[in-house]
């Protein structure tokens, strides 16, 4: 009674009591075990089961109370991956004959598979004399968490056709939805939906039935998540839409959040979080929708709806639990949104950091090109206690590069191995031929590709054709886009970049050539978007786009600055106007840049002396980045752009890039 209504302390004086009375009964023993179990503490549990084997085991008639006690301390087992301890008890269980019963063997399936050993989940599951529903959820579940989502669909099929006592049940169906979520398959997911409705596990036509089914509310929660995450939204949010307000809980909410703000529009993401803490029937976030609200704003860099939910988790306490959870995120969505300021001060009121928290603020640095605060964080994190890891080591390469800091990088790369024991991957190769190729050091970079102890990756030549962008180096950029197609890793980017290489060289020819060859390959090229934020939310601007209502104001404002600012010296780069016409259409051109027409608009619309916050798909254009940097001397604004590369914060005719980027 005392461990059920959460007094652990009570429970165990009352224990404490009954064994000082020498009343040393396996109830008592299994009920206490339970409790700690019950109260995450797994090893307390592991360490009363140990005596009780020793004290009571010998006076146990009852095999019945065998049976409770395996039940009762496998998932202490699994909630520490203690493999060698359940394969201990495995064993116990064989040599005391328990082990054919269904209950002992589900929970071996259960914990096996949590801990990381479905060879061993899998051989008891098949020495099962009698399988139920459990034993066969038990296996399907195992799959699905460790990643086999194909095992997990076929054991599925295999469990329909069994002939057991009991068919799929909604638990099946929730982690075979999982599975298809995780893989992206969706035709086994719609596989499994109609399975549901045939089956009468889910209300036909997708209408939820209430009634406080929480079950039914699970499936409808898992089908929105993997319809969202097989980028099926029309079809997630029709199911979302069909459970009535009053019947969603957070879960409901969060999986449609979390799927527009990781793989749809981030704008409908904070839509829909919105009505989701309105009243009445608001439902208050946790910890996960948090963090996908988060992940939205970062992406949209909108900074003050960022800002409004930071307050929000100030305000609430429920997130102390998951500090290092909610706190890595806003470091994360503060650092994309260009203020990495207040992803520092976040970052230095956390009580406890994790090794995410070390390597988010290292990354946050290192994307504003601020990389000596970056090598300051990675020094402080050893200092701490923790050991870099690879990723540790990919963001220090990355900070490095974008920084200028070619000798200190070189020397963090060769330090891996040497006294980390850090194998270098191909990413790791990456960054630092893109640090050599992006500082001129084109022949080194090239060298280094030739001499790499492994393939290079797709990832190895998109550095080396990015670098040859800069450097205007056409036969080995031509050479990188040829292995790009040899291995069929080839992309709108590395057309893109290939041709903006012809056209600076002028041979529109060769232009006119890959033009042809993408569109023969169906590869489309994504158009420049750049979006801004305004008082009235995001606005959003392609090349010469002349949509929005204040597009006559934005265009006469671009005229008047660019007039200004010739006068100043500026003098417009034609080689970014990637097109074969005279020089007059290409300065109309670079004037329609989606970049300038978001900065105009910004103009329009910030109160003097705030930040105007633009973000680019692709690379910022370098004529855009002359010019912005012009302006940043006439206008009371720092002008604040994060581009596909990193973040450039222009003030007072000076780029933080140092123009180098």
């Not at 009954?18 to 409790?35: E, K, L, M, T, Y």
């Not at 009762?72 to 064993?91: D, F, M, Q, V, Y």
């Not at 200004?564 to 329609?592: C, Q, W």
Request: charged residues 20%; neutral net charge; glycine residues 6%.
């Amino acid at each position: 009674m005392y461990a059920r209504c959460g007094s652990l302390k009570e429970a165990s004086q009352v224990f404490e009591e009954i064994a000082q009375r020498g009343i040393d009964d396996v109830i008592s023993w299994n009920s206490i075990v339970a409790a700690h179990v019950k109260h995450n503490s797994p090893w307390t549990a592991l360490d009363m089961f140990s005596k009780m084997a020793m004290i009571v085991h010998e006076k146990a008639t009852n095999d019945r109370s065998d049976i409770i006690s395996i039940v009762n301390i496998l998932p202490a087992c699994a909630s520490l991956k203690a493999l060698p301890r359940t394969r201990e008890i495995h064993g116990n269980t064989i040599r005391h004959g328990t082990f054919p019963d269904v209950f002992v063997g589900n929970a071996l399936v259960d914990t096996y598979a949590k801990c990381g050993s479905m060879k061993d989940a899998v051989k008891v599951f098949n020495m099962m004399e009698i399988k139920d529903v459990v034993s066969w959820n038990a296996i399907v579940t195992g799959y699905s968490q460790s990643g086999n989502f194909e095992a997990a669909f076929e054991i599925f099929k295999n469990m329909r056709k069994e002939n057991i006592s009991q068919k799929p049940n909604s638990v099946t169906i929730i982690s075979v939805l999982s599975a298809c979520a995780s893989s992206g398959a969706y035709s086994q997911g719609m596989e499994t939906h109609a399975y549901s409705l045939k089956n009468c596990l889910l209300s036909l036509d997708n209408h939820f039935s209430g009634n406080g089914d929480d079950e039914d509310l699970m499936v409808h929660n898992a089908l929105i998540d993997m319809y969202s995450k097989c980028r099926i939204f029309r079809a997630a949010r029709s199911i979302f839409d069909s459970i009535p307000r009053k019947e969603r809980n957070v879960v409901t909410w969060t999986v449609m959040i979390g799927g527009y703000a990781q793989y749809g529009d981030s704008n409908d993401a904070l839509e829909l979080f919105s009505q989701m803490v309105l009243k009445p029937h608001a439902v208050a976030p946790n910890a996960f929708t948090v963090s996908c609200i988060l992940m939205a704003c970062a992406h949209l860099s909108a900074l003050r709806v960022g800002k409004q939910i930071h307050a929000y988790v100030v305000r609430q306490h429920q997130y102390e639990a998951s500090t290092y959870f909610v706190a890595n995120c806003l470091i994360d969505m503060y650092s994309k949104c260009g203020d990495v300021d207040t992803a520092r001060y976040v970052f230095d009121g956390m009580s406890q950091r994790n090794d995410i928290s070390w390597t988010s603020m290292m990354a946050g640095y290192g994307m504003h090109g601020r990389g000596n605060e970056a090598l300051e964080i990675f020094d402080k994190m050893q200092m701490a206690g923790f050991v870099p890891d690879d990723i540790s080591f990919l963001v220090v390469l990355y900070a490095c590069s974008h920084s200028r800091m070619i000798d200190r990088g070189l020397d963090y790369f060769d330090s891996m191995s040497r006294d980390y024991g850090v194998a270098a991957s191909a990413e790791h190769y990456a960054c630092v031929i893109d640090l050599l190729a992006r500082s001129g050091q084109i022949d080194r970079a090239w060298n280094m590709v030739k001499d790499m102890p492994m393939e290079p990756t797709a990832v190895v030549w998109v550095a080396l054709l990015s670098a040859c962008r800069v450097h205007s180096n056409v036969e080995l950029a031509e050479y990188a886009l040829n292995k790009l197609v040899e291995m069929n890793a080839e992309n709108d980017g590395s057309y893109t970049l290939i041709s903006n290489i012809y056209a600076n060289a002028r041979r529109w020819k060769d232009v006119a050539r890959i033009r042809n060859l993408m569109k023969n390959s169906g590869i489309k090229k994504r158009p420049g978007c750049s979006w801004v934020q305004g008082k009235k939310g995001t606005a959003s601007f392609f090349v010469g786009d002349r949509s929005h209502s204040l597009s006559p104001q934005i265009y006469a404002l671009l005229e008047r600055l660019i007039d200004r600012i010739k006068s100043m010296g500026y003098v417009p780069e034609t080689n970014f106007a990637l097109h074969d016409v005279d020089d007059e259409e290409k300065n109309n051109l670079l004037a329609e840049h989606s970049e300038k027409l978001a900065l105009a608009y910004g103009l329009l619309t910030t109160s003097p002396g705030c930040p105007i916050r633009i973000t680019k798909n692709l690379r910022v254009c370098g004529d855009c980045h002359s010019a912005f940097t012009y302006i940043s001397k006439i206008v009371d604004h720092e002008i604040i752009v994060r581009d596909s590369s990193r973040f450039h914060h222009f003030k007072n005719g000076v780029c933080s890039c140092g123009d180098y980027w």
